[in-house]
């Protein structure tokens, strides 16, 4: 014997539409990601010449967007279609997709916690690749300063990791012991930023603290993260229930349509 929560079997429309609805924002928001990724390439001109995407060093932002609008254009399309066609494979693939990224969310979150240390030596090699790669990609450098700039940071463990880029080091000719202007100190009665304040600037004999940030970007991050500790973990439990709430809605449209094929 079966038991319904309505006296014949049948779909909740309630649950159905809701689930179209969540899940048509998130289609039109992959779309948008997706669009946006390929706007930047084609500003870069990788469609042009499809090598320039494997002859970066450093990582590109573009790559991150167009993972985050593939996932999301596919969890959209799954469940929209599931729900309004009232498809079990579909729902359960959506719900499973789900589960899975939600799994994976927890798992780095434990891992993040429990290896701390290796943490941030894998955050610190990633930064300085990337900063090898600054001046190769428009997007990196726009994502390198605006970390810089919001965190007052330079380099992954201080102003000395940019001797590791080819235009900024010491030994080299162009950008001769430079930081980026990302790096400087800004002065509040300044109007126009001055891009040229790092020229040269670890050369000179005066403080460093002076005129530019000293303090490394991971520390920096070590230090934003207790202060707003619970705007993280407030942001991931949001983003955690929004999960649980699409594989509640997926679980029940399923349950409903499997019910209605039993009795038919």
Known sequence: MYYYRYGNAEVN?????????????FWL??????????????????????????????FDPVWLVLLV???????????CVGALRENICLLKFFS????????????????????????????????????????????LRNLIDTLQQMRYCCGAKGPKDWD????????KPSLKC????SC??????????NTQ????????????EEVIYTKGCIEALEDWLPGNLYTVAGVFLIISLLQMVGIYLAKALISDIEKVTLTH
């Open 13 to 25: 429309c309630c649950y159905k539409y809701i689930m179209f609805t969540y899940n048509i924002i």
């Open 29 to 58: 928001a992959g779309v948008l990601l997706i669009a946006a990724s390929f706007w930047a390439w084609s500003e870069k001109g990788v469609f042009q010449d499809l090598s320039l995407v494997t002859q970066r060093r450093g």
């Open 69 to 79: 609008g593939g996932v999301t254009f596919t969890l959209g399309f799954a469940g």
């Open 96 to 139: 499973s997709l789900i589960a899975f990224i939600l799994l994976v969310e927890l798992g780095v979150a434990v891992l993040a916690v429990l290896f701390q240390s290796q943490m941030r030596e894998w955050l610190s090699e990633f930064f300085l690749t990337n900063i090898k790669a600054y001046e190769e990609d428009d997007d």
């Open 164 to 171: 590791q880029n080819p235009y900024y080091g010491c030994d």
């Open 178 to 181: 430079g930081v980026p202007f």
């Open 184 to 193: 400087c100190i800004v002065d509040p009665a300044e109007s126009v930023v």
């Open 197 to 208: 304040c790092g020229y040269g600037v670890r050369k000179l004999e005066t403080q460093w």
